[in-house]
């Protein structure tokens, strides 16, 4: 799709979620939404459009993305998608990058996020009726296809597909640097980054690397004022199932009422569980990030991701750090 046309979808994107006239259409979408997923609550599913609305709807980012990135392709092909349902709409990230690549999308949604996924689709459809998009039950033969899902399908996905080019993502998550050196609002920033979405995303922070004589205290003055997470009774049993299985095997803890904290090696941590890593140098730190760095999707610190932005990616925080737009225009 040449970039002038595609600015111009996204200027109609714009519009369409902002008009009035589109409102209960939006409100019936998103309360399917909640009935297909337990995970998507009102807030969660309000965040994430939020987010979409404004770092994917955004015309000038665009032109300065292009500005940067090569030319979309002249060889149109068939480019397969396999989206996750972990977060509400996740998938629409690819969706754009693959339209503005010029290539032809065919999805295969996740059980767990389709209608959102719809109401985007049937609004570019809308605006473009020259934009053709695929939605499969199963994926039929594509000349490429970008493949989200568990570190189990994931081996899965790789032996499939591998005859054609293709992108095929694990699971990851999010560590935060802190150096003692951080502000209150630093702080309240990183609860941010910790708890939108319940810890589902692979941009929450599961991980915080911290130094050997760190005080803990005024983070966690912060984290035990978040309440809101534990109205929602998925969250809720997670946290407690945890925290029976911490008392229970004697494991040390914090329990700050709405998550708890704990000391490991491993970097993904389950919902509802805060894993703090404690390191003795800044060679140390960057020695344990380059030895994880396969997991890690972003690092938020006061020097990297600012804190209370990891939720807020721009159009090229790349998934898994490779760059999805230039793997798609050099598909030959």
Same mark, same amino acid.
């Given at each position: 799709?040449?970039?002038?046309?595609?600015?111009?979808?996204?200027?109609?994107?714009?519009?369409?979620?902002?008009?009035?006239?589109?409102?209960?259409?939006?409100?019936?979408?998103?309360?399917?939404?909640?009935?297909?997923?337990?995970?998507?609550?009102?807030?969660?599913?309000?965040?994430?459009?939020?987010?979409?609305?404004?770092?994917?709807?955004?015309?000038?980012?665009?032109?300065?993305?292009?500005?940067?990135?090569?030319?979309?392709?002249?060889?149109?092909?068939?480019?397969?998608?396999?989206?996750?349902?972990?977060?509400?709409?996740?998938?629409?990230?690819?969706?754009?990058?693959?339209?503005?690549?010029?290539?032809?999308?065919?999805?295969?949604?996740?059980?767990?996020?389709?209608?959102?996924?719809?109401? =985007?689709?049937?609004?570019? +459809?809308?605006?473009?009726?020259?934009? &053709?998009? *695929?939605?499969? /039950?199963?994926? %039929?033969?594509? !000349?490429?296809?970008?493949?989200?899902?568990?570190?189990?399908?994931?081996?899965?996905?790789?032996?499939?597909?591998?005859?054609?080019?293709?992108?095929?993502?694990?699971?990851?998550?999010?560590?935060?640097?802190?150096?003692?050196?951080?502000?209150?609002?630093?702080?309240?920033?990183?609860?941010?980054?910790?708890?939108?979405? =319940?810890?589902?995303?692979? +941009?929450?922070?599961?991980?915080?690397? &911290?130094? *050997?004589?760190? /005080?803990?205290? %005024?983070?966690? !003055?912060?984290?035990?004022?978040?309440?809101?997470?534990?109205?929602?009774?998925?969250?809720?049993?997670?946290?407690?199932?945890?925290?029976?299985?911490?008392?229970?095997?004697?494991?040390?803890?914090?329990?700050?009422?709405?998550?708890?904290?704990?000391?490991?090696?491993?970097?993904?941590?389950?919902?509802?569980?805060?894993?703090?890593?404690?390191?003795?140098?800044?060679?140390?730190?960057?020695?344990?990030?380059?030895?994880?760095?396969?997991?890690?999707?972003?690092?938020?610190?006061?020097?990297?991701?600012?804190?209370?932005?990891?939720?807020?990616?721009?159009?090229?925080?790349?998934?898994?750090?490779?760059?999805?737009?230039?793997?798609?225009?050099?598909?030959?």
């Amino acid at each position: 799709m040449l970039n002038n046309r595609f600015i111009s979808l996204i200027l109609g994107l714009q519009a369409f979620f902002e008009d009035s006239s589109n409102k209960e259409k939006i409100e019936l979408f998103i309360e399917r939404a909640k009935n297909e997923n337990a995970w998507f609550s009102d807030y969660l599913i309000r965040n994430a459009m939020d987010a979409i609305n404004q770092q994917f709807f955004d015309a000038s980012s665009w032109k300065s993305f292009f500005e940067k990135q090569p030319a979309p392709s002249q060889s149109p092909k068939r480019v397969g998608l396999i989206l996750s349902g972990n977060l509400p709409a996740v998938g629409m990230h690819d969706l754009l990058m693959l339209i503005a690549a010029g290539h032809q999308p065919v999805l295969k949604l996740s059980s767990q996020d389709k209608a959102l996924m719809m109401l =985007y689709i049937d609004a570019i +459809r809308s605006i473009d009726a020259s934009i &053709v998009i *695929e939605v499969v /039950d199963r994926l %039929p033969s594509v !000349d490429a296809v970008i493949a989200t899902g568990s570190d189990f399908s994931s081996s899965y996905f790789s032996n499939y597909f591998a005859k054609i080019p293709h992108i095929i993502r694990k699971n990851r998550s999010s560590v935060a640097v802190l150096t003692g050196k951080e502000t209150k609002s630093d702080y309240e920033g990183l609860a941010t980054d910790i708890f939108t979405y =319940y810890g589902l995303g692979c +941009r929450n922070v599961s991980t915080i690397a &911290v130094p *050997e004589s760190f /005080d803990l205290i %005024p983070l966690f !003055d912060v984290l035990t004022q978040v309440g809101w997470v534990l109205d929602h009774t998925k969250y809720s049993n997670n946290y407690q199932y945890h925290k029976t299985l911490m008392l229970l095997n004697q494991i040390p803890h914090f329990d700050l009422g709405n998550i708890i904290v704990t000391e490991s090696e491993e970097l993904v941590s389950p919902v509802g569980i805060l894993h703090v890593h404690r390191y003795d140098s800044l060679e140390a730190l960057e020695s344990w990030l380059n030895q994880h760095s396969e997991k890690i999707q972003c690092v938020v610190s006061q020097k990297a991701i600012p804190f209370g932005q990891a939720q807020m990616p721009a159009l090229d925080d790349w998934a898994d750090g490779i760059n999805t737009y230039e793997f798609l225009v050099n598909l030959s």
